[in-house]
């Protein structure tokens, strides 16, 4: 884990995003918290690396979502580098639930 990232403020934002119900509260919550631009980005990060653990080509990549190679590059050493482990974890979790459906 980051420990530039622990403190007491960023406890509490995750926190609020744990008491998120359901998707309409997280629209609620996030337009007020973010804005479009910070929203879209986060938003396509995580459908690059899903696309990335399916074992996508940039090109692909870069046609369907339009994040930019550096931004690709960027969650793949993220997502395959990186030894948090976030984007695998959630992908599991996402894909684990559509493959129970």
């Given at each position: 884990?980051?420990?530039?990232?622990?403190?007491?403020a960023?406890?509490?934002?995750?926190?609020?995003?744990?008491s998120?119900e359901?998707?309409?509260?997280c629209?609620r919550?996030?337009?007020?918290l973010c804005?479009?631009?910070?929203?879209?980005?986060?938003?396509?990060?995580l459908v690059?690396?899903?696309?990335?653990?399916?074992?996508?080509?940039?090109?692909?990549?870069?046609?369907?979502?339009?994040?930019?190679?550096a931004?690709i590059?960027?969650?793949?050493r993220?997502?395959?580098?990186n030894?948090?482990y976030?984007?695998?974890?959630?992908?599991?979790k996402?894909?684990?639930?559509?493959?129970?459906?």
């Amino acid at each position: 884990m980051n420990s530039k990232l622990k403190n007491s403020a960023t406890d509490f934002l995750f926190d609020a995003i744990l008491s998120l119900e359901n998707p309409e509260e997280c629209y609620r919550f996030f337009e007020d918290l973010c804005t479009s631009a910070e929203l879209k980005a986060m938003s396509q990060r995580l459908v690059v690396a899903k696309m990335l653990a399916e074992k996508k080509v940039y090109t692909e990549i870069v046609k369907e979502t339009g994040a930019s190679t550096a931004t690709i590059s960027r969650v793949k050493r993220a997502l395959f580098d990186n030894d948090t482990y976030g984007y695998t974890m959630v992908l599991d979790k996402l894909m684990g639930d559509k493959k129970n459906d």
